[in-house]
């Protein structure tokens, strides 16, 4: 499974972005997806996680109301609709999966990953 992540871009606070991480490998639609950033000097974070039906997700604390996942199946993609973004959401955002269905929020827990988008969110 190869990840291909794409949306990021500079936005003021407040405006909305739709991140989208595109896979190749039919097994894809399988396994679970999360989303996760990485702010400049802070370590790695987790922020959504789906099943691969669709019908379970996770958030953090952080972007819950703000944020969702979502998958396409059918495109093999998954999606971060980004609502009322903050400059602290300002990050490298990085898609991953996982090679099973359950969802977790753990990145030591994703077996494949993406090459990041930079989200840069100004006040």
């Known amino acids: 499974v190869q990840l291909q992540a794409s949306g990021g871009g500079l936005v003021q606070a407040g405006a909305s972005l739709r991140l989208s991480c595109a896979a190749s490998?039919?097994?894809?639609?399988?396994?679970?997806s999360g989303w996760f950033r990485r702010a400049p000097g802070k370590e790695r974070e987790f922020v959504a996680t789906?099943?691969?039906?669709?019908?379970?997700?996770y958030y953090a604390d952080s972007v819950k109301v703000r944020f969702t996942i979502s998958r396409d199946t059918a495109k093999n993609t998954v999606y971060l609709q980004m609502n009322s973004l903050k400059p602290e959401d300002t990050a490298v955002y990085y898609c991953?999966?996982?090679?099973?269905?359950?969802?977790?929020?753990?990145?030591?827990?994703?077996?494949?990953w993406g090459q990041g988008t930079l989200v840069t969110v100004s006040s």
């Open positions: 789906i099943n691969w039906s669709g019908d379970i997700t």
């Open positions: 490998g039919r097994a894809f639609s399988r396994y679970a």
């Open positions: 991953a999966a996982r090679n099973t269905d359950i969802i977790d929020s753990r990145p030591s827990h994703y077996y494949y």
